[in-house]
């Protein structure tokens, strides 16, 4: 993939730093390249439900906010990403010191793009797929 | 809808009370019936995306406890809920001084059930519809 | 809502006249407004799945070309709408001799719409819903 | 993964040549191990929306009855699957002279399972991803 924008990594870095509930949750951008972004979450005893696995709203505000980043690679400088839909599956309990998302645009578009994240639980060595998103991107022009 | 369950209304606010990080976003439960449950969210600037509307985390995390918490009050007292897999679209943007949410079991079940939820952004007496829910809610036997 | 077409019953009547695969389902316009569509279908052996209910994928078909003609009704005359995702529910099993669909659109927009469409099976006198369908249909100038 | 049925190969067979709508739509099987399966369908004029490609209907009905398949190979020999949910992706126009189906388990489970499919349109070398499912079947005991 490719990104219309020479300054994209700058944007990406914005999306993570200017978000207060990113900030708040303590959600950290990785890395990123054309059509992909990377985040990591220090597990705090703030984010469980009640029977101590990371709260499905934690593990859905990572997977969306990664993914909105990995559409934002790619778009034009005038223009921001809006999630307008996803699905969520949440596969295996939220268990561990890390989480870790991988997020990755599967079909790229002028109007949106379909973009999937993948949630890794972190322990030690042991890395596990926990959830799996898939969403709807809108591309907006900045007014 | 009826409640195998005459105490649902305890396990409903233990649903509320229990979860650290539904105390740690001040999600409120409003109130509950067999088969639906309310909530709501007075808006914090820390609840914020970067261009100032509700982030679409907050919104699922409302969204998908208020609807485990409806499947909660139709399972058997020995019994809790857990999301396996929702769709959350987002509607319009999520501006309002208050978040309320309206959950309503869809379909029932003895393994799962499927529950919808409604967001509405509240300012003054205006209420908007800003997003919604379907969501898998499985019963689990308590071990 | 409101329709920019003053002929979208013809657009909608060509949605389904023109759409092989639906007049070979056997899929019948009932009727249509600005924001909804209804269609019917008259249940035959070979729209079954090997247990003797309506298959899926019949089930999708209707519950998506009606939620496309819902949308098709708030369109101008020189677009044309395209399906670009959905969420399928299959609530109860598909047994009964006629399957009818209500699609309404949630949410209007310019780019794309949001619509639900719901599928119930008739036995004489008795009506349920099998299915519910929520999906993001896009506007697409004609060329 | 691993499949607690010896005869699995012989269910799958069932699962296409027993589905009325199946056989009348032309899906056949291709092969299939424990956890995935593949299909294949000729594309007929009559599997066409109004705009000479391929129906919504036509595509999720070969993810979803591929997904069930998949899933079908995993579940003991007194059991059957049964599509819950599911998310379909039309990613890019179904063009094409043959659609070819692969579908994967990404979560076995003892009372369901997350299972992905993905449709590709191939015209001669060319072979293009043209849509994308992820569903949830449960498995119920055979009475």
Same mark, same amino acid.
């Given at each position: 993939?490719?990104?219309?924008? +020479?300054?994209?990594?700058?944007?990406?870095?914005?999306?993570?730093?200017?978000?207060?509930? @990113?900030?708040?949750? !303590?959600?950290?951008?990785?890395?990123? /390249? +054309?059509?992909?972004?990377?985040?990591?979450? #220090? %597990?705090? +005893?703030? *984010?469980?439900?009640?029977?101590?696995?990371?709260? =499905? /709203?934690?593990?859905?505000?990572?997977?969306? *906010?990664? #993914?909105?980043? #990995?559409?934002?690679?790619? @778009?034009?400088?005038?223009?921001?990403?809006?999630?307008?839909?996803?699905?969520?599956?949440?596969?295996?309990?939220? %268990?561990?010191?890390?989480?870790?998302?991988? #997020?990755? %645009?599967?079909?790229?578009?002028?109007?949106?793009?379909?973009?999937?994240?993948?949630?890794? =639980?972190?322990? !030690?060595?042991?890395?596990?797929? @926990?959830?799996?998103?898939?969403?709807?991107?809108?591309?907006?022009?900045?007014?």
């Amino acid at each position: 993939m490719h990104s219309p924008n +020479p300054n994209y990594q700058t944007i990406v870095a914005n999306i993570f730093q200017q978000a207060a509930f @990113i900030r708040d949750l !303590g959600l950290e951008l990785v890395g990123c /390249g +054309p059509g992909w972004c990377e985040s990591r979450l #220090a %597990v705090q +005893p703030r *984010h469980m439900q009640q029977d101590n696995v990371v709260h =499905a /709203g934690v593990q859905t505000t990572i997977a969306d *906010h990664t #993914a909105g980043a #990995a559409a934002g690679t790619i @778009i034009p400088p005038d223009a921001y990403v809006l999630s307008v839909e996803f699905k969520m599956n949440l596969l295996r309990p939220g %268990v561990g010191e890390i989480l870790f998302c991988r #997020a990755d %645009v599967l079909k790229p578009g002028r109007q949106f793009s379909v973009v999937e994240s993948e949630v890794f =639980a972190i322990t !030690g060595n042991s890395r596990k797929l @926990i959830s799996k998103f898939i969403g709807t991107m809108v591309t907006m022009p900045r007014s």
